[in-house]
């Protein structure tokens, strides 16, 4: 069965510091993304990768960067965490001959900066 | 600029009352669209692609259908386990990665 690993399911952070959501997937995908899904907003695409150590900005890079440096491993990084980046954070996979409408998604991690 | 908008935000069934969902979207040049259901404290799992207009999807009590404006998911005399959220996507043809997707549709399933 196929599976996308999300590292935390809940984080606690304070403002400022550097904070690391770590995703795994096992089924030799070639492209991750990151999005997060806030109430009301739906999912909003942050980075994407169509390959090891290629990254592309979405629709709202800023505060965040990602690191892609082995196939199955796509990390986000919250440079210096703010308030406004409490959120639901999903990682999700696949590959171009699937059609990048059928993601799979891992289980989430729900981020709270106070 | 691409929108995706889906209604209604709840929806509240009885067991075996039939319903749809809508999704209704602004884009220039659909290359496809796409549902997904969300179970809560999980990510989206994707249950259907539409690629034109007319086209129809089924699987279980789920019927996802697509005209050029919107696509409604049906749900068919519903079950407690129907009860998510859905969300649609939308991928457009000038974009290889990205999918815009609606706030989603919160259905709740009443034994």
């Known amino acids: 069965d196929v599976k996308v690993t999300q590292s935390s399911r809940y984080l606690v952070k304070r403002t400022g510091e550097k904070v690391f959501l770590e995703c795994v997937q096992d089924?030799?995908?070639?492209?991750m993304f990151w999005y997060r899904q806030d109430p009301g907003l739906g999912l909003r695409l942050i980075y994407f990768?169509?390959?090891?150590?290629?990254?592309e900005k979405g629709d709202i890079p800023e505060g965040y960067s990602v690191s892609r440096e082995k196939k199955e491993r796509f990390s986000l990084i919250l440079e210096s965490a703010s308030t406004n980046q409490t959120s639901m954070y999903l990682c999700?996979?696949?590959?171009?001959?699937?059609?990048?409408?059928?993601?799979?998604f891992g289980s989430g991690t729900q981020l709270s900066v106070l | 600029e691409d929108q995706v908008t889906q209604s209604p935000e709840a929806l509240r069934l009885q067991e075996g009352e039939s319903s749809s969902l809508n999704c209704s979207y602004t884009v220039s040049g659909l290359r496809g669209l796409f549902w997904y259901r969300q179970d809560p404290g999980k990510g989206p799992e994707f249950l259907f692609t539409?690629?034109?207009a007319g086209e129809e999807k089924e699987k279980e009590r789920l019927k996802a259908t697509l005209t050029k404006k919107e696509s409604f998911l049906h749900i068919t005399a519903p079950k407690p386990e129907d009860s998510a959220t859905y969300l649609c996507?939308?991928?457009?043809?000038?974009?290889?990665?990205?999918?815009?997707f609606g706030a989603g549709t919160t259905v709740t399933v009443r034994a």
């Open positions: 996507a939308v991928q457009v043809v000038r974009d290889d990665y990205k999918l815009s």
């Open positions: 990768s169509y390959d090891v150590k290629m990254k």
């Open positions: 089924m030799d995908h070639e492209n």
């Open positions: 539409l690629y034109s």
């Open positions: 999700a996979s696949t590959n171009p001959g699937t059609g990048i409408g059928k993601l799979f």
